[in-house]
């Protein structure tokens, strides 16, 4: 795994690509808002590796995770729409309601999502609270009481999910304790040893501990049994209707990209999702898969800014 891992690193073309007739006349770039060897860069390596065999040129991967993906989503959004820059998108809207940054869907050409994993609500092993229904009344009742730990920055992939489930619920999520941290890992060590309540995190993410029987899961904000956690109960059998909450991670280059391009990046992109290789790549390594095209993924971020906005808000970010 780890020549998938290596900041800039030139993916080579195998022998089927070389042969392959190419479909741009020069090397590709694929930008990566995040730092080697997380979740976004491991999965757009993976992802690249198929693209370069389809595309039939080679791809580099810059990695660009100062300032929280900040960085990497500018250089996106100022590249050369000329169809050989692409990057990694992810949900961004946070970081205008954070102040970090203004971006939006029309800074973007939408290509194709490839991954998407839920949001999950973590309670240590030995917490009063067995299932999602009897936490969420007790935070619904004394706000204020209750501590929950946002995995990375408050108002980012996992908490913000949670808290509109919350908020939907009618818990007032501006008086909840939510406590900014490092990642999941810290995180969910905190929480086994009592000092949160409550753990917004993946499945895959929290499965060392949950395994080792220190925290567990009360659900999962997805609309069906996630693959290899069919156990774990769905949030929206509590709530009422159906959830899907957590992060995505998809294709896209600077806006302004010419729908000829688009189409090529998406054709490859479809072929690339569906080989076995990629398929069995993410499986492994515990991603979950998740397609959408050009227009579905327009539609889905547009939906993910006004989703963020109403539940930032209600959190109290940006006023």
């Known amino acids: 795994m780890s020549k998938f891992l290596a900041a800039g690193l030139s993916l080579a073309l195998s022998v089927g690509a070389a042969a392959a007739q190419p479909v741009f006349d020069r090397p590709?770039?694929?930008?990566?808002?995040?730092?080697?060897g997380g979740g976004g860069d491991t999965t757009t390596r993976l992802f690249a590796r198929e693209l370069e065999e389809r595309l039939g040129q080679p791809i580099t991967?810059?990695?660009?995770?100062q300032?929280?993906?900040?960085?990497?989503?500018?250089?996106?959004?100022?590249?050369?729409?000329?169809?050989?820059?692409?990057?990694?998108?992810?949900?961004?809207?946070?970081y205008k309601m954070t102040g970090q940054a203004d971006f939006t869907a029309a800074d973007f050409s939408p290509i194709a999502a490839f991954n998407g994993?839920?949001?999950?609500?973590?309670?240590?092993?030995?917490?009063?609270?067995?299932?999602?229904?009897?936490a969420l009344d007790a935070i619904k009742a004394d706000p204020s009481a209750y501590r929950i730990h946002c995995s990375g920055g408050c108002g980012s992939v996992w908490d913000v999910p949670v808290a509109g489930m919350m908020l939907d619920y009618?818990?007032?999520?501006?008086?909840?304790?939510?406590?900014?941290?490092?990642?999941?890992?810290?995180g969910l060590t905190e929480l086994a040893s009592g000092g949160v309540e409550f753990q917004t995190a993946s499945l895959p993410e929290a499965k060392a501990l949950t395994d080792a029987g220190a925290v567990r899961p009360l659900?999962?904000?997805?609309?069906?049994?996630?693959?290899?956690?069919?156990d774990?109960?769905?949030?929206?059998?509590?709530?009422?209707?159906?959830?899907?909450?957590?992060?995505?991670?998809?294709?896209?280059?600077?806006?302004?990209?010419?729908?000829?391009?688009?189409?090529?990046?998406?054709?490859?992109?479809k072929e690339s999702f569906e080989s076995e290789r990629f398929q069995k790549a993410m499986s492994d390594a515990n991603f979950g898969l998740r397609w959408?095209?050009?227009?579905?993924?327009?539609?889905?971020?547009?939906?993910?800014?006004?989703?963020?906005?109403?539940?930032?808000?209600a959190l109290g970010y940006g006023q």
Not at 28 to 36: D, H
Not at 120 to 134: H, I, N, P, Q, T
């Open 61 to 65: 991967i810059i990695n660009q995770g």
């Open 28 to 36: 590709l770039t694929v930008i990566v808002p995040a730092g080697a």
């Open 292 to 313: 959408l095209n050009a227009a579905d993924l327009a539609a889905l971020m547009a939906q993910h800014e006004a989703d963020t906005a109403r539940i930032m808000e």
């Open 219 to 230: 659900a999962v904000l997805s609309p069906e049994p996630v693959k290899g956690f069919e």
């Open 232 to 269: 774990v109960p769905l949030a929206g059998e509590t709530v009422g209707k159906p959830l899907d909450g957590g992060t995505w991670r998809a294709l896209g280059g600077p806006a302004g990209m010419s729908a000829e391009d688009v189409a090529k990046w998406e054709a490859a992109a």
């Open 67 to 94: 300032g929280g993906g900040v960085v990497g989503l500018t250089t996106l959004k100022n590249a050369e729409p000329d169809g050989l820059t692409t990057g990694l998108l992810f949900p961004y809207a946070g």
């Open 170 to 186: 009618g818990i007032d999520v501006s008086k909840v304790i939510w406590v900014p941290g490092q990642g999941a890992s810290g």
């Open 117 to 134: 994993d839920s949001a999950a609500l973590f309670v240590a092993e030995g917490s009063e609270f067995r299932d999602l229904k009897s």
